[in-house]
């Protein structure tokens, strides 16, 4: 099982600031399975993106491990840690995090950009591009492109090395409600298709309904997790 899953142990999370110690999460015990499509919902400072930036490798738990796969984490440093990432994890993020100088084509490649890969980089990502309905975008600028357009760019650059896990935080969230369920539909095929486990954040609780797992979360605690039947 551990092969598939990731496992949170005791997770928490505090920050400082001028003087004060606040706590974001508390005491986080949860397994995500490879073969679910997982979507976290909760209200603005509820605790859910902190949790998925924990995941993703993004930052780092004040307490706690996280065993990704049967790999503790926490043991990971610096090049290993970055290398990690780049083999296992996508991340789409809301804003779309695409650079304005370069095409739809070349952000997909960026990742890409400081490594050595067994496959054509420029193939990759022109298939992925088509995958995602943008063979006729590839040359365009991100100011070019809709809101949805370059959600998609995100996504086929999240895909570029083909990654076990796709972590997604709000990837609809600037976007209106149709076009918010074609992506969210997208990510359901791309899980279909390759296997990758996918774990969401959404406010959208329509969108999270239509997930295999909801866990929802409320003042930095878990208060319901549909996969184990329970609410607290």
């Known amino acids: 099982m551990t092969m598939s899953t990731i496992q949170l142990l005791n997770i928490e999370k ?8 606040t706590k974001i999460l508390h005491s ?8 679910h499509f997982t979507t976290i919902v909760g209200a603005s400072g509820s605790g859910k993106s902190t949790l998925l930036n924990l995941i993703a490798t993004l930052d780092f738990p004040s307490q706690g491990r996280i065993i990704f796969e049967g790999l503790d984490i926490s043991l990971l440093k610096d090049n290993k840690l970055a290398d990690f ?13 695409l650079i304005p100088s370069l095409s739809a084509v070349e952000n997909v490649m960026a990742p890409l ?4 890969v067994s496959f054509d980089k420029k193939a990759r990502a022109t298939e992925l591009l088509e995958h995602v309905g943008l063979s006729d975008k ?14 998609r760019v995100a996504i086929a650059r999240a895909l570029i090395n083909k990654p076990r896990w796709l972590i997604a935080d709000e990837p ?18 791309i899980k279909r298709e390759s296997n990758c486990g996918v774990l969401m954040v959404t406010h959208d609780k329509f969108l999270s309904s239509m997930g295999d797992r909801i866990i929802e979360m409320k003042d930095g605690t878990i208060i319901s997790d549909s996969a184990q039947g329970v609410s607290i």
């Open 28 to 35: 986080i015990h949860l397994t995500i399975q490879r073969n």
């Open 14 to 21: 505090s920050v400082a600031g001028d003087g004060i110690k």
């Open 113 to 116: 950009f400081p490594r050595k």
């Open 138 to 151: 590839m040359q365009l600028l991100p100011s070019q492109m809709s809101g949805g357009e370059q959600q």
């Open 172 to 189: 609809t969230g600037n976007l209106d409600s149709r076009t918010g369920e074609n992506v969210y539909e997208l990510l359901h095929a």
């Open 85 to 97: 990432r780049f083999y296992n994890i996508g991340f789409i993020f809301q804003n779309y995090n």
